[in-house]
């Protein structure tokens, strides 16, 4: 089967997800995540968006957590990568990997 | 520190994420806000959040319409939501340079819709829903008693705070406060009036404001014999003091009393209302029986994890205790606590929501009334561009993918539209704002001159509905038929056409142009009448103020009991000491006292006059001093002045208002009027009635109650009475009545200054605070500056009024060319034949233009008679002149915006129109 192909986005939101693991992960931390670590501001509209993408397309799933008094006695939807997700994962950076090899230039030692 | 998400985010989030999600998307949104508030703090994070809110709830339904697209196949084409591209905005902003005339017209038009609905939200907002600039201000509550009854407010409540106060548990500092008058006098003996608060001391803690200097009230400052301290506020600090820090400890003379300044106030700090002084309420000096003493307002903040329905439990209990042991004077009160400022309506909450909603229906509806009239134009433009779509949908352009285009271009117009709006809208809140502040109204701490997110929010939504109206419904009419019409490979079918929808609109419109037209007429004479009259005497060199004294004691002042009169003693001798000394000042020519200015309101009354029953008159009536009429320069013509032996006896009445005593002075209109020009010296008259109570229709039935007669002693020139432009186009005659200080704790004063009286103000002040100190002194202005202040809403009325009429004309005129210009368009061909066959240029003009005229006649028809029924008929010539001159103008204006349309129908060539078809 043929892994599907990633945008940028989607690949940092899996990575995150990733990193947070299934009982952490869940749209406000992943934005947080993203933001500690990229340095740049992600909207969370667009975590959502991306969220609902990833699901539809099998590279995760979602489910509820539970209730917390921050969240006004709300729960959280945690997100788990699937396999699918992690083969997309793994395609999408050794990809990447690839195409840096040998690029000194990139790679910041030009 | 805690703050909420507002209500109307989780609200918009619930609607956008899908079902089983919302729960969650809320929770986040909470969770995300709360992280803002301890970096942020709370203001900051509130914005914020509800921009977040709206950026994750357009994001979510982007989605949900990307997904329904995908799902039923028309992906491929884009889904409705998903159609709109940044290329549509652009091509709306090409649109917006091509049709000027459009552009201008509907800009304006949504604009002025638009500008409306976000005065009114943002009016509701600031009065219903305003938030308080203090920390934790949506958990400060009022309680107050309802007298279920009288349907009203119980203010003498003292007696039930001082209870409250012991057994309340879910409200935490609890306290009080009360509005008292009083005059500062400093060591230097400069004097202000201040309204302050005696307030305890808990309201500095629920307020949680630092003063700049020294320190705010404590509890051991309210006991009795403790030393007389006040805080003062920023600005008396500035005004009074120089900003010198060294204030503290210093005394003023508060209301004749010598007491300690103990702290300053930053100038943004105003609780509990207004106040701009605070002294510690002393309640064991007042009278505390059940519905007894001081009118009295309760604050304090609800307990944490209390919440407002607990608190209402709570005291529902102890109301209900103190009916059952107090119940002569508590059976029918019931105590209750509401959100803080929702306790200054003094009518129930939900008589304001029903006003409010109301008001926002109808401009709602006024909303959609303009933007059916732009989508008159977007449809005139639509048809005209009918070609391009045609060609559009033969290159695979789906019928939705056209309506998106067109919607986006509307968008981008309403776009426009809603910035100039909320431009209008916040220089509107400004005007009024300021106004009012003229006018003398002291406005809370918590009313902001710019605009609320939320107003900006709900000016977007309508600039949606704008949108939708002017842009989508025409767009779905042009676009029907469209792969028919490509079959037939024929553009400018018959189909195409204004139907009755956009007939009735037009007449609407013409109707309502007819109207607003008159009303900006009748508004442009009120205020000519008020700039062009006479005040009668040289205004402009009398300088006028208001003095009132503090009443003797604390406990008369608190219960409002009349006068005592040791008191109306001490008030007259207070007066005539200061008229002696301003009389002594060589700047001063004349001086006087009177009840009512020349130029402001006055009341008016039915009378009638001895030897004439069965007719009556309506009069507008004043209380001036004896030397009144000679201080002004306007001694009476016929007759004789007034006398001290003229004034009526007051002693004892609360107010004075009906000690008139018997002897009256008449104007010239009075005797032209009443007398026919006749001699009315020693003629009688007396009053029936208020005229604002029995009406001032003359054959209104009059009331048996019967004054005494008064008797006429002399004539005086007409000199300015009301200054009201509604009652001044009814030219009313005018009566005198003799009247003097002191009979009452407030007098007003004109003196006529030798110079500039401007430059008199602070000599003005310094006299009347060596006679008294406690003299407070207030609206020190020259007469004209009074009366012009008075005229200021009838200028800002007349404006508005103006603005509103030129756009809806210009909106008629848009709308009548759109017509001829589309009729001229779609009937080119049958205007050719025609031509060919040899008819007469005149029938043909009138054979295609006959409908719009029609539709032009009928609305000014409809105007006219609506017109006519609001006017109760044309009783006088500037009726005449109201109701005929926008029927000229209407039918002159759309008269002009036929000439081009018809110089272009008369042109065509019959030979060009038959190869064109």
């Not at chain 2, 800009?107 to 829903?129: R, S, W």
Request: proline share 4%.
């Amino acid at each position: 089967m043929a892994t599907e192909s990633l945008g940028e986005f989607e690949l940092i939101v899996l990575l995150a997800s990733l990193r947070l693991g299934p009982d952490e992960a869940y749209t406000v931390s992943i934005a947080a995540d993203i933001t500690q670590r990229t340095r740049r501001p992600v909207r969370r509209a667009n975590v959502y968006t991306t969220l609902q993408r990833l699901e539809s397309k099998g590279l995760v799933t979602t489910r509820l957590g539970d209730a917390r008094p921050e969240r006004g006695g709300r729960p959280r939807r945690l997100v788990t990568v699937t396999r699918t997700g992690l083969a997309a994962v793994r395609a999408a950076t050794n990809a990447i990997q690839a195409m840096v090899g040998g690029l000194d230039i990139v790679q910041g030692r030009a | 520190m805690r703050g909420n998400v507002p209500r109307w985010c989780n609200a918009l989030l619930a609607w956008a994420a899908p079902r089983d999600q919302a729960d969650e998307a809320i929770g986040d949104l909470e969770e995300a806000h709360q992280r803002r508030v301890a970096r942020r703090g709370r203001r900051l994070a509130g914005v914020l959040t509800a921009l977040e809110a709206v950026d994750v709830a357009v994001a979510l339904l982007r989605e949900r319409w990307r997904r329904r697209g995908t799902m039923d196949g028309t992906a491929a084409r884009g889904s409705f939501g998903a159609r709109i591209s940044l290329l549509d905005f652009k091509l709306g902003f090409r649109m917006l340079a091509k049709y000027p005339g459009l552009t201008v017209v509907g800009g304006l038009a949504i604009a002025l819709g638009i500008a409306v609905g976000a005065f009114a939200f943002e009016l509701a907002a600031q009065v219903m829903h305003p938030r308080l600039p203090l920390p934790d201000g949506d958990r400060i509550v009022a309680l107050r008693l309802w007298h279920r009854q009288a349907n009203g407010v119980e203010e003498q409540s003292l007696h039930d705070f001082i209870g409250w106060r012991e057994s309340v548990k879910s409200i935490e500092e609890l306290g009080a406060y009360r509005d008292v008058d009083r005059n500062l006098v400093t060591r230097a003996g400069q004097s202000m009036a201040l309204r302050m608060a005696e307030m305890t001391a808990s309201g500095f803690r629920l307020a949680g404001v630092r003063p700049l200097l020294g320190r705010v009230l404590e509890e051991s400052d309210e006991q009795l014999g403790a030393p007389p301290v006040v805080v003062i506020g920023e600005r008396v600090w500035r005004t009074q003091f120089n900003r010198d820090p060294a204030v503290l400890g210093q005394t003023v003379r508060l209301g004749g009393v010598e007491t300690t300044m103990i702290g300053v106030m930053p100038e943004s700090f105003g609780f509990p209302v207004f106040h701009s002084a605070w002294a510690p309420l002393r309640i064991a000096a007042l009278d505390s029986r059940p519905r007894r003493g001081t009118q009295l307002h309760v604050f304090g903040r609800l307990a944490p994890g209390i919440s407002l329905d607990e608190a209402q439990a709570e005291l529902r209990l102890l109301g209900e205790r103190a009916a059952a042991d107090m119940p002569e004077t508590h059976e029918h009160l019931r105590p209750e606590v509401m959100a803080y400022t929702r306790a200054f309506f003094t009518v129930s909450w939900r008589t304001v929501m029903t006003s409010a909603y109301a008001a926002q229906l109808g401009v709602l509806l006024f909303l959609i009334l303009v933007c059916a009239n732009v989508a008159t134009l977007v449809f005139a433009r639509t048809a005209a561009r009918e070609s391009e779509m045609v060609l559009r949908s033969a290159l695979g352009a789906s019928r939705g993918r056209i309506v998106s285009q067109i919607l986006a271009e509307t968008l981008v117009l309403g776009g426009v539209g809603a910035l100039v709006g909320l431009s209008i809208t916040n220089f509107g809140v400004r005007i009024v704002l300021g106004l009012l502040q003229d006018a003398g109204l002291r406005l809370p701490f918590w009313i902001r001159t710019s605009l609320a997110p939320t107003t900006v929010l709900y000016a977007v939504l309508l600039t949606f509905i704008a949108a939708v109206i002017a842009g989508a419904v025409p767009a779905l009419k042009v676009t029907r038929g469209l792969a028919h019409r490509l079959r037939q490979a024929a553009v400018g079918g018959a189909d195409l056409k204004f139907g009755k929808l956009w007939t009735g609109l037009i007449v609407t419109q013409v109707a309502l142009t007819v109207i607003f037209m008159a009303l900006t007429i009748d508004a442009q004479q009120d205020m000519a009448r008020g700039h062009a009259m006479r005040l009668g005497f040289p205004a402009r060199q009398f300088l006028s103020a208001q003095l009132e004294i503090d009443r003797m004691t604390a406990a008369a002042e608190a219960a409002e009991v009349p006068y005592t009169e040791a008191e109306l003693a001490h008030y007259r001798a207070t007066f005539d000491a200061v008229e002696q000394r301003l009389a002594a000042d060589p700047a001063i020519a004349t001086v006087t006292y009177t009840a009512n200015f020349p130029g402001s309101y006055h009341t008016t009354h039915r009378i009638e006059v001895d030897g004439a029953s069965g007719s009556s008159h309506i009069v507008q009536r004043a209380r001036v001093g004896l030397k009144y009429f000679d201080a002004l320069g306007v001694p009476p013509v016929a007759g004789r002045g007034f006398r001290t032996g003229d004034l009526g006896s007051s002693a004892g009445r609360p107010t004075g208002d009906d000690a008139l005593g018997t002897a009256v002075i008449v104007n010239e209109s009075f005797v032209r009027q009443v007398f026919g020009g006749g001699n009315p010296i020693g003629r009688h008259v007396r009053y029936l009635c208020h005229a604002e109570q029995c009406g001032f229709d003359r054959s209104a039935a009059r009331t048996d109650k019967r004054e005494p007669w008064l008797e006429i002693i002399g004539i005086v020139p007409d000199i300015a009475m009301t200054g009201d432009p509604d009652l001044l186009r009814m030219n009313l005659p005018g009566m005198y009545h003799p009247w003097q200080p002191g009979d009452a704790y407030w007098a007003r004063i004109a003196v006529r200054v030798r110079g500039d009286p401007r430059a008199f103000a602070p000599r003005l002040r310094a006299i009347t605070t060596a006679v008294d100190p406690s003299v407070r002194i207030e609206q020190v202005m020259t007469l004209e500056d009074l009366y012009e202040l008075e005229l200021r809403a009838y200028d800002f009325a007349f404006r508005g009024a103006l603005l509103a009429s030129a756009i809806v004309l210009l909106l008629s005129v848009a709308g009548t060319y759109s017509i001829m210009s589309f009729t001229v368009s779609r009937r080119t061909r049958e205007i050719g034949i025609r031509s060919a066959l040899g008819a007469d240029p005149r029938r043909i003009v009138l054979a295609i233009f006959s409908r719009a005229l029609a539709q032009v006649m009928a609305g000014v028809l409809a105007g006219t008679v609506l017109l006519l029924v609001m006017m109760r008929g044309i009783q006088s010539r500037q009726g005449a002149l109201i109701v005929l001159l926008p029927v000229c103008i209407m039918l002159a204006v759309c008269a002009l915006a036929c000439v081009v349309p018809t110089r272009r129908a008369l042109r065509i060539e019959p030979t060009a129109a038959l190869r064109e078809g």
